[in-house]
């Protein structure tokens, strides 16, 4: 089965940093593509990076390109978003999301929980 | 234009189908997954790519796609199905996308 869990959500400052892991277990994780997705309250899902099974490609959405940064590491399998220059509109909760891939089209086929992001001063 | 667009609020009564639309310009050349987020869950995979539909999706929930309009269909809706809907594509930077979502309500 499938496990996804974040952390490393919190409290940052206006300007401030955090780092997000998702640690992942139940699956083959070098072999699939991750993606960050978050909600801020009260609002609607937003994609907000992903990246390619073997960590050589990523994806922005333009709200984040510039202070966001997705790695993963296959040795201890999990997922990282590094954010920088934290806005108060980054405020929301963080999901990690597996992908699949079917006829060259990608989905999320796995979530996890989520992890909040909350920037305020 | 990568924008996604659905409906806010769609309503059906118990046991009747609806259909939950989601249209935009990357879903000429790409498909649409669609997911169901419950309040205070996590979203769940529904139907990708034409119809096709993970294990432990009820069959009543099926995908379709015309043109620029990917549709989800729930024929024979159930009081469990009231829920949160959003459909999700790309666009060619392989950029993610979704779908402002739509909130079902089951009369």
């Known amino acids: 089965e499938v496990h996804l869990l974040e952390s490393g959500g919190g409290l940052a400052q206006p300007g401030g940093s955090l780092r997000l892991s998702c640690a992942t277990s139940g699956f083959t994780f070098m072999r699939y593509a991750m993606s960050w997705v978050r909600q801020p309250p009260g609002k609607g899902l937003e994609w907000v990076s992903a990246?390619?099974?073997?960590?050589?490609?990523?994806y922005y959405a333009d709200s984040v390109k510039g202070r966001f940064t997705i790695s993963r590491d296959s040795s201890n399998h999990t997922l990282y978003l590094e954010m920088k220059n934290l806005r108060a509109e980054d405020t929301a909760l963080y999901y990690c999301?597996?992908?699949?891939?079917?006829?060259?089209?990608?989905?999320?086929?796995?979530w996890g929980q989520g992890t909040l992001v909350t920037v305020s001063s | 234009s990568s924008e996604l667009t659905q409906d806010p609020a769609v309503s059906v009564a118990l046991g009747q189908t609806v259909r939950i639309t989601c249209q935009g310009d990357a879903l000429r050349s790409y498909y649409a997954s669609w997911y169901q987020q419950k309040p205070g869950k996590a979203p769940v995979l529904l139907t990708y790519?034409?119809?096709n539909r993970p294990s432990g999706i009820p069959a009543r929930f099926s995908g379709s796609s015309s043109g620029n309009t990917a549709s989800l269909t729930i024929t024979g809706a159930q009081a469990e199905d009231e829920a949160d809907y959003y459909c999700n594509s790309r666009d060619n930077r392989g950029n993610r996308v979704f779908g402002g979502g739509t909130k079902l309500t089951v009369l």
């Open positions: 790519v034409k119809n």
């Open positions: 999301a597996k992908e699949d891939e079917w006829l060259a089209e990608y989905f999320f086929d796995s």
């Open positions: 990246i390619s099974s073997g960590g050589d490609t990523t």
